[in-house]
């Protein structure tokens, strides 16, 4: 199994950065392909972005490709969302997530990810 907490999330405002992290306990992190994905206030959760457990591919949503970053360090079985030119509408919670199963194939798909951290918030003022 996967324990995942986040970290890194704060207020910040519109045209800035933030870094999230998500550090993850077991040995076989680097064996899990893993996501980030949002919710914001009375919306479904949704995807953001996903990388394979070698980090050879990523794969974001259309809304944030060209201003987020996802990338991990398996040997600090850590995963992190780099997050640039934040708009208001990315305010929400950012969950990061582990596929169900090692080596597996996932997709956008909530239903992929098996493993849930608790969430951090991110404010993008205006």
């Known amino acids: 199994q996967v324990q995942l907490v986040e970290s890194g999330g704060g207020l910040v405002q519109a045209g800035g950065s933030l870094s999230l992290s998500c550090a993850a306990s077991?040995?076989?992190?680097?064996?899990?392909?893993m996501g980030w994905f949002r919710q914001a206030p009375g919306k479904e959760r949704e995807f953001v972005a996903y990388?394979?457990?070698?980090?050879?591919?990523?794969v974001y949503a259309d809304s944030v490709k060209g201003r987020f970053t996802i990338s991990r360090d398996n040997a600090k079985n850590t995963l992190y969302l780099q997050m640039n030119s934040l708009k208001p509408e990315d305010t929400a919670v950012y969950y990061c997530?582990?596929?169900?199963?090692?080596?597996?194939?996932?997709?956008?798909?909530?239903?992929?990810?098996?493993?849930w951290g608790q969430g951090t918030q991110v404010t993008v003022s205006s």
């Open positions: 990388i394979w457990w070698s980090g050879s591919s990523t």
């Open positions: 997530a582990g596929a169900k199963s090692l080596y597996s194939v996932v997709t956008r798909s909530i239903n992929d990810y098996a493993y």
């Open positions: 077991g040995r076989t992190f680097s064996a899990y392909p």
